[in-house]
């Protein structure tokens, strides 16, 4: 009998240009020292956000996450012809029902002036997109006991929405949150655990910080020609390097998540090695664009435990000789694999694969692929092979 696949690791070497993927609360670009030298990082929640933003178009499905699930209800009631107060007033007994503790937006104009109805759960819901319509529809079922309800004033006020039914809603999960997992310790049995693991990106060298100096002109001035100077000045922070990414699958909680549909399972994974492979966080994308690809990707069913390749660049990448660092990365990732499956063994390891712009062979990388996809799909018919006999 095969060993039953538990794990799908996943490695990636991406060059990106000129960039900030990821910035602090200082617009400075995320780094972190590691070996001694500074290096560009992008963080596990960045890169997460882009990944779930190409899965949910892959997929057909989306999930929302935000304190404002009141206010989404009452848009989604005036659409639907509802009067703006009284859509309102639902919205805010439907946030009010979550058994959430809530407090009310505040006036812009007047700050110390709260808005009635304007409900912001202290924590945020994570749903599928479909809950919209079902606490719309709720709504509608209590239409005419919302005409005669009073308005969500404090957050003393109670909901005449059935708070049992609008848990129910809040507790619902799609392939999205199957696979991402939910944080909701407010509601009972709403937590679920994520079936994927995302690292912090980091560079496999070291890298410096770029202060980019700018101005702006002014296109009145510049036609008029009455005045020297621009009509703006500026700076931002950018950096460059070949970054290492790194995620894994437990395709053991995914199925927990799911349900024994093993279709089901095998479409989320594949959807998402897909999505973390052509996935780039969206910050400062028009002022530099830097939509490459990866240089490198490497997949390894495991049914051990996971195994990041990351401690490979502990030590820093030195550029080639010609320049560069994405070749001498490649063979520096291809090096540790090899020399961590010799250490661990390589029975916990049930496929591996690669695809490269690389055009020398990478030992310890396992089989070469012509795309992205063919390896995917080598990887996951491999995993079904050994679940199917171990089943």
């Known amino acids: 009998m095969l060993a039953a696949a538990r794990f799908i690791d996943i490695h990636v070497l991406q060059s990106v240009p000129f960039a900030n993927l990821n910035r602090d609360d200082t617009n400075s670009v995320k780094t972190v020292q590691y070996g001694n030298t500074m290096r560009t990082r992008v963080s596990s929640q960045s890169w997460k956000r882009a990944v779930r933003t190409v899965f949910e178009q892959r997929i057909g499905q989306a999930a929302l996450r935000t304190r404002r699930i009141g206010e989404r209800v009452a848009h989604e009631l005036e659409q639907r012809g509802w009067p703006q107060d009284l859509a309102q007033r639902a919205g805010g007994h439907a946030a009010a029902a979550s058994g959430i503790k809530f407090e009310l937006a505040k006036n812009p104009a007047e700050p110390k002036q709260s808005l009635p109805n304007k409900v912001l759960t202290n924590a945020m819901v994570y749903v599928p997109q479909t809950a919209v319509t079902e606490l719309a529809d709720l709504a509608t079922q209590h239409r005419d006991a919302l005409e005669q309800a009073k308005d969500i004033k404090k957050p003393a006020d109670k909901s005449i929405l059935p708070t049992d039914q609008v848990e129910a809603v809040l507790r619902s999960r ?44 002014d296109d009145i001035t ?53 999505s973390f492979i052509t996935s780039l966080p969206q910050a400062k994308k028009n002022s530099t664009a830097p939509h490459t690809i990866p240089d490198l990707v490497h ?43 010799t250490l661990l063994g390589t029975t916990g390891i049930l496929t591996a694969g690669w695809a490269s712009l690389e055009t020398k062979d990478l030992t310890g990388l396992g089989e070469r692929h012509d795309s992205f996809d063919d390896m995917i799909t080598t990887a996951l018919n491999a995993a079904a092979l050994h679940n199917e006999a171990h089943a």
């Open 174 to 217: 799609n392939g999205v949150i199957n696979l991402f997992g939910r944080m909701l310790a407010e509601i009972d049995d709403a937590g679920v655990d994520g079936a994927v693991q995302v690292a912090h990106a980091l560079t496999t060298h070291e890298t410096d910080i770029e202060l980019d100096y700018f101005s702006a002109v």
């Open 222 to 274: 510049a036609e008029w020609n009455d005045a020297t100077g621009s009509g703006h000045m500026g700076h931002a922070e950018f950096s460059a390097g070949t970054f290492y990414r790194y995620a894994t699958i437990d395709l053991r909680d995914l199925i927990t998540n799911i349900g024994d549909e093993p279709q089901a399972a095998r479409e989320l994974t594949s959807a998402f090695l897909a």
């Open 299 to 341: 997949l390894s069913v495991r049914d051990d435990r996971p195994l990041s390749y990351a401690a490979a660049f502990e030590k820093p990448v030195r550029a080639h000789a010609q320049g560069g660092f994405a070749e001498t990365s490649r063979a520096q990732l291809a090096d540790y694999a090899q020399a961590a499956n």
